[in-house]
């Protein structure tokens, strides 16, 4: 635990935290400037590797050619006429042109607006509508033609560019008579407070909201945790790091560390793809230092060693390794024998599990929602160092993060060098830090409106701050179930248990106003596909199996495993299995994969009276 917290006690227990940031506030200049700085002072450093559409390697670009790219793009959207706070909105997947272009409109004094690449025809008309975007680069011709359907709708919507048919020679070729000096001086009139991006939250309900971020809360964000996670990103000795990006850019925790790596001249690899053979094979051949992933991701990654040893009938040692993975996660000074246990099974099993990552990964920054207990020892115990975070869009990403060398497990960490933790009378957490953004676009006014006077930020939710400052998250405020007894429970602690099982690919808790607390369960495709080919019920019908007594048994043992995490009157009474993914396809996930609980409540109400019958409850 770091010695300069400040900690803050009301009637016994610690309500607030603060840590002193690690590096001063830049006070000029913006993100603009990182790839011409680092072309200046290392022009040879790598810093990019892309995928040849040829041979399939990846070829290196050092950071003067990056800075030239960047410099090229940028002439192209001047000469176009993007004025200085135009908006740009970018609609691609995870590719080294979204960055390009990320930093060449912050070269032209824009401010780019992220548009999930599957986003819906309305979801992406009123993020252009709301953010006023002048421009839209789109990575396809599907895309294209979602936008161009909506252009009517959409007249302020000047320019359209395809990454497919050549947008950014296009804009190279553009900007060949631009002056390099009106660069230049696009990128002298931005200062750290000037709008960088407009990121809109994906929303459980209701339209998204534009975060407004500046470049001096990218700066704050970035900097601090770039010197907090030196062992990641700047590593004493041995190889250079290197990450390779899958996570949505469109996503803020994506694009903190895209601009984090380039701040730190960290190679940086782009997937598009997180499909699991194809994410699997860019990991073997870019093989990364770190990654940054979400807990769906290290779900899978575990789930799918599991299932591989159970295939070669090697299901029993498997477990036996994992248990051996988690003592000695869970051990700040694991015992002889402990440590025994982990050398043998990393010859074993856990160099097998750091093969799939790509063989020389180290370390994971894991953020988007709780990964749990027992992976997070897990894979430190396999030997794959976990730096849980929380954050939101409005706090430019991570606000706690795991501190090196001081893991707590089954917490997000201390607060982020800078940052200002506050518990409220209620239970939610509150932020306050450099970091935190601007305000909420308001398209009326074509500004950002502050959210609050005093300087901290409401999250929506629920936490609490351990003796020694650490915070634990326990749900959202507004997801919070009272039974019809009166009894408040967070649903979240259970539903990241049960998402966890091999079987299992969704859960949500329900029970708001209702006798007892039950579940909607959906299957996991791999998971079930295993189970099947295992059990030789190749033959059953999808409908056939949520009713299969031996599946059902399954299920239900992971049901009583997570209800050891809560009292009785919080614990799962009944569960449906449902023949039905939630998928943001359905409309049941966010972009993000998180659930959309409205939505499922009224497109399953019919299951979840049938779990309020007679005959489902028990005591």
């Known amino acids: 635990m770091s010695t300069d917290l400040a900690l803050i006690r009301v009637d016994g227990r610690v309500r607030e935290v603060s840590a002193p940031a690690l590096v001063p506030r830049v006070d000029r200049g913006s993100l603009a400037d990182l790839p011409y700085d680092n072309a200046r002072q290392h022009p040879d450093v790598v810093v990019f590797s892309r995928r040849d559409a040829e041979d399939g390697g ?20 001047i000469a176009h006429g993007l004025r200085p706070g135009d908006r740009l909105a970018l609609m691609a997947r995870t590719t080294y042109e979204w960055t390009l272009l990320d930093f060449a409109a912050w070269a032209a004094g824009l401010v780019t607006v992220p548009v999930h690449p599957t986003s819906s025809a309305f979801q992406t008309r009123w993020i252009l509508q709301d953010s006023g975007a002048v421009a839209c680069v789109v990575e396809d011709a599907g895309q294209g033609r979602t936008v161009s359907a909506e252009r009517r709708r959409l007249p302020g919507l000047s320019h359209l560019w395809v990454l497919d048919a050549g947008a950014v020679r296009q804009l190279r070729d553009a900007g060949a008579r631009v002056p390099d000096e009106t660069v230049t001086a696009r990128r002298g009139l931005l200062t750290p407070n000037t709008l960088a991006t407009l990121v809109y939250t994906s929303g459980t309900t209701g339209r998204p909201k534009g975060c407004a971020l500046t470049h001096a809360n990218f700066f704050a964000e970035v900097d601090n945790a770039v010197k907090l996670l ?132 180290r370390y994971v920054i894991c953020g988007g929602s709780p990964l749990g207990v027992r992976l997070a020892e897990f894979f430190r115990g396999a030997g794959v160092e976990v730096f849980e975070g ?27 060098p800078g940052t200002g933790v506050r518990i409220a009378d209620d239970g939610e957490v509150w932020l306050r830090g450099p970091h935190v953004f601007a305000g909420y676009w308001d398209a009326q006014r074509g500004t950002a409106v502050p959210y609050t ?35 408040n429970v967070a649903p979240a602690p259970l539903e990241d248990w049960l998402r966890a099982h091999p079987l299992v690919a969704q859960c949500m808790v ?110």
């Open 58 to 77: 990846w070829k290196d670009v050092t950071a003067a050619r990056f800075a030239a790219e960047v410099h090229a793009v940028a002439k192209g959207l």
């Open 230 to 361: 030196h062992p990641v990103f700047a590593p004493e000795g041995g190889e250079p790091p290197s990450t390779l990006l899958f996570l949505p850019l469109s996503h803020v925790f994506g694009r903190m560390v895209a601009v984090g790596c380039v701040r730190a001249r960290v190679r940086v690899g782009h997937a598009p793809s997180v499909e699991g053979d194809a994410l699997l094979d860019d990991l073997a051949s870019f093989r990364p230092t770190f990654l940054l992933a979400i807990p769906y991701v290290m779900e899978k990654v575990y789930n799918r060693a599991r299932a591989t040893a159970e295939r070669s009938g090697k299901g029993a040692a498997f477990d036996r390794a994992a248990r051996a993975a988690r003592r000695y996660g869970r051990t700040e000074a694991p015992s002889l024998p402990v440590r025994a246990a982990r050398a043998l099974y990393d010859l074993l099993v856990y160099r097998r599990i750091r093969a799939a990552l790509g063989g020389r990964v």
């Open 390 to 416: 929380y954050g939101l869009t409005e706090t430019t990403a991570a606000s706690t993060v795991t501190p090196p060398l001081a893991p707590r497990t089954g917490t997000v960490g201390l607060p982020l």
């Open 453 to 487: 006077d005093e300087g901290w930020f409401p999250t929506g939710d629920i936490g609490a701050l351990d003796e020694d400052g650490y915070l634990t998250i326990t749900g959202r405020k507004k997801d919070l179930l009272i039974t019809s007894a009166g009894k």
């Open 510 to 619: 329900v029970g708001d106003n209702r006798p007892y607390v039950s579940a909607l369960i959906t299957l996991d495709h791999e998971g079930l596909a295993h189970w099947r080919r295992m059990r030789q019920k190749d033959h059953l019908a999808l409908w056939e199996l949520a009713r299969d007594e031996e599946l059902l048994a399954v299920v239900q043992k992971a049901v009583d495993d997570a209800n050891r995490l809560v009292s009785r009157a919080e614990s799962i009474r009944a569960f449906r299995v449902l023949t039905t993914e939630f998928s943001e396809t359905s409309g049941h996930l966010t972009p993000s994969l998180k659930l959309k609980r409205r939505a499922v409540l009224r497109d399953f109400a019919r299951e979840v009276e049938e779990m309020y019958g007679p005959e489902s409850a028990y005591e």
